[in-house]
């Protein structure tokens, strides 16, 4: 073990409390649900990097991939009045975030992927998402949130959010359904797409509960974005080859079932650390602007405990 | 060069980022995040 290397000691099993944290702290405008209304604060206008949605009722930032479908809905209308308005800043964000971290996000403080965590709790016979699904999020990405809002355009130039208006779950979960409670002048409004949404979300609940975050894994255009930058960011995994046994314990233990002995900075990884606290034999390490932490190999006893 | 990889990113795409708010996105963002989003709720 080099001088900078650490044995682990972050409190992993309370990730669970950073996520609740993260979800209230930036859905912290409590008021609004008492007017109806929603949050209209100057601070508004910063991103967060998960997926939650700006327009549920307390919601302090702004969600980046209904940001980034506005930006190209909006890019044609823009250029044809030579309007320097490119979606620079959404997407140099969420570059910067995954330069940094990777996909962390969304193991430690996305609120959609906590609420799948929770619903999967619920003891049930489980299912296993095959792995193939997983480039779906792709398609998601490049379909729903780029081509569709950027090619299909009204008679101004204008596209629409399409992965907000048909799939988004976390739209209808913070947003959709309470909105319909709080205001009753929406509720004239409600027709085939809110019927739609509410389906769907359905279904997205009854998978939720079978299979392991799987919106994170095969839908989650945030997730594909973050993804990317796993390998290259800052933030990387590593595994040693000599102590792991294969034992699969870490496999079992992972909340997006990859073999993480295969692909250490798999695209997959939501980089909740789950791994190195369930590996026994100390083979997994993760590191951080030079810093290297090491898991403590159980099977080794301390002076003290001697 | 695998270790300056994840630093030069950092800096390209905090360059985007400052370009952006250059531009004024931070406002239209802003203006899109404190309107009631009818898509999000499904009612668009």
């Known amino acids: 073990m080099g001088a900078k290397d650490k044995a682990v000691r972050k409190p992993r099993e309370k990730r669970a409390w950073y996520q609740a944290a993260f979800a209230l702290g930036i859905n912290a405008w409590l008021p609004s649900w008492f007017k109806g209304e929603i949050f209209q604060g100057g601070v508004k206008g910063v991103c967060v990097p998960v997926l ?31 309007e320097k308005k490119f979606g620079l800043y959404v997407a140099g964000f969420l570059g910067a975030v995954g330069s940094i971290v990777g996909r962390m996000p969304c193991g430690w403080v996305c609120p959609f992927g906590f609420i799948q965590e929770l619903l999967h709790k619920i003891p049930t016979p489980k299912v296993r998402m095959p792995r193939f699904m997983s480039y779906f999020r792709y398609v998601v990405l490049a379909t729903m949130v780029v081509a569709l809002p950027l090619l299909i355009v009204d008679e101004f130039g204008y596209g629409q959010t399409w ?6 779950p976390a739209g209808t979960i913070e947003a959709g359904i309470p909105l319909i409670l ?3 002048d929406l509720r004239p409004l409600i027709g085939f797409m809110y019927y739609w949404k509410i389906g769907l979300l359905v279904l997205f609940i009854g998978w939720f509960i079978l299979s392991r975050r799987p919106f994170c894994r095969a839908v989650c255009p945030l997730g594909a974005i ?20 294969l034992c699969d314990k870490c496999y079992e233990d992972c909340p997006v079932e990859i073999k993480i002995y295969e692909s250490p900075n798999s695209p997959d990884c939501v980089r909740c650390l789950k791994c190195v606290s369930s590996c026994k034999f100390g083979a997994i390490s993760y590191e951080f602007l030079g810093k290297r932490e090491v898991a403590r190999d159980l099977r080794v006893k301390s002076p003290a405990s001697s | 060069m695998r270790r300056k990889l994840p630093w030069v990113l950092l800096t390209v795409f905090l360059g985007i980022m400052v370009a952006g708010l250059l531009f004024g996105e931070y406002k239209t963002v802003l203006e899109k995040a404190v309107t009631v989003c009818l898509d999000c709720i499904g009612i668009g």
Do not use: H
């Open chain 1, 52 to 82: 939650n949605c700006y327009s549920c009722p307390s919601a302090m930032g702004a969600c980046p991939i209904g940001a980034m479908q506005t930006a190209f809905s909006g890019l044609r209308f823009n250029l044809s009045i030579a």
């Open chain 1, 163 to 168: 992965f907000c208006k048909w799939i988004c």
């Open chain 1, 182 to 184: 709080l205001r009753v």
């Open chain 1, 226 to 245: 973050f993804g990317l930058f796993n390998k290259s960011s800052l933030f990387r995994l590593a595994v040693d080859v000599e102590k792991c046994t």
